[in-house]
């Protein structure tokens, strides 16, 4: 019996991949563009048509390592939305007061439709935008929690009680355990795979 030849003997190394941006379709670029800028701080990077009576396209971005972490185009026809949770781009912040200084700013701005999530490896505000875009705002918890999941997030109250009332429903729960275990554990994981084709 002759043996198979391994495809993926000489297959290339699967490359890392990182999201980079996104792209949305808008009926009111001006209106977008006040809303992401004046309630969640992006900066436009660049605006214009790419050719005569072609889509306007404005760039916007917080990184400056990124030119552009979201680009809006007109003329294009915004779909449908589905659920929030299930149809949204989300954000990550870097502490629980910027998640309440977001849910402040939203307030302000008059979004009335926030839902505040515990996801037990992350605390997350979900929105629309002006357009009806999902949007999630979140910060990262010191968990790893399987997924999904999902409870009522009370961000009055203060860190330590959040963290507590999140181990305090998860702990027991047989994946819950230190978010940077699971991240090493994955990484292993990653770098035994980026081999195979």
Same mark, same amino acid.
Do not use: K
């Given at each position: 019996m002759n043996a198979q030849p391994d495809p993926t003997a000489d297959a290339p190394a699967r490359p890392r991949l990182t999201l980079a941006h996104t792209t949305v379709a808008v009926r009111d670029l001006d209106t977008m563009l006040d809303f992401y800028g004046r $309630?969640?701080? &992006?900066? $436009?990077t660049d605006r214009g048509s790419p050719a005569p009576d072609a889509p306007e396209m404005a760039f916007i971005s917080q990184d400056p390592a990124n030119h552009h972490q979201i680009v809006f185009i007109t003329g294009e026809q915004p779909p449908?939305? /589905? &659920?929030?949770? /299930?149809d949204h781009l989300a954000f990550r912040t870097g502490s629980l007061d910027d998640l309440r200084a977001i849910g402040a700013r939203l307030a302000e701005a008059g979004v009335d439709d926030v839902i505040p999530i515990s996801h037990g490896n992350a605390w997350s505000l979900y929105f629309t935008d002006p357009e009806g875009n999902g949007l999630e705002c979140f910060v990262d918890s010191p968990f790893h929690v399987a997924q999904p999941y999902a409870a009522g997030l009370d961000l009055d109250r203060d860190d330590a009680e959040i963290e507590a009332t999140t181990r305090e429903a998860l702990g027991d729960e047989p994946d819950f355990q230190p978010l940077d275990t699971w991240q090493d554990a994955f990484a292993e994981r990653l770098a035994a795979g980026a081999g195979e084709g």
């Amino acid at each position: 019996m002759n043996a198979q030849p391994d495809p993926t003997a000489d297959a290339p190394a699967r490359p890392r991949l990182t999201l980079a941006h996104t792209t949305v379709a808008v009926r009111d670029l001006d209106t977008m563009l006040d809303f992401y800028g004046r $309630v969640l701080g &992006f900066q $436009v990077t660049d605006r214009g048509s790419p050719a005569p009576d072609a889509p306007e396209m404005a760039f916007i971005s917080q990184d400056p390592a990124n030119h552009h972490q979201i680009v809006f185009i007109t003329g294009e026809q915004p779909p449908d939305h /589905a &659920f929030v949770m /299930a149809d949204h781009l989300a954000f990550r912040t870097g502490s629980l007061d910027d998640l309440r200084a977001i849910g402040a700013r939203l307030a302000e701005a008059g979004v009335d439709d926030v839902i505040p999530i515990s996801h037990g490896n992350a605390w997350s505000l979900y929105f629309t935008d002006p357009e009806g875009n999902g949007l999630e705002c979140f910060v990262d918890s010191p968990f790893h929690v399987a997924q999904p999941y999902a409870a009522g997030l009370d961000l009055d109250r203060d860190d330590a009680e959040i963290e507590a009332t999140t181990r305090e429903a998860l702990g027991d729960e047989p994946d819950f355990q230190p978010l940077d275990t699971w991240q090493d554990a994955f990484a292993e994981r990653l770098a035994a795979g980026a081999g195979e084709g």
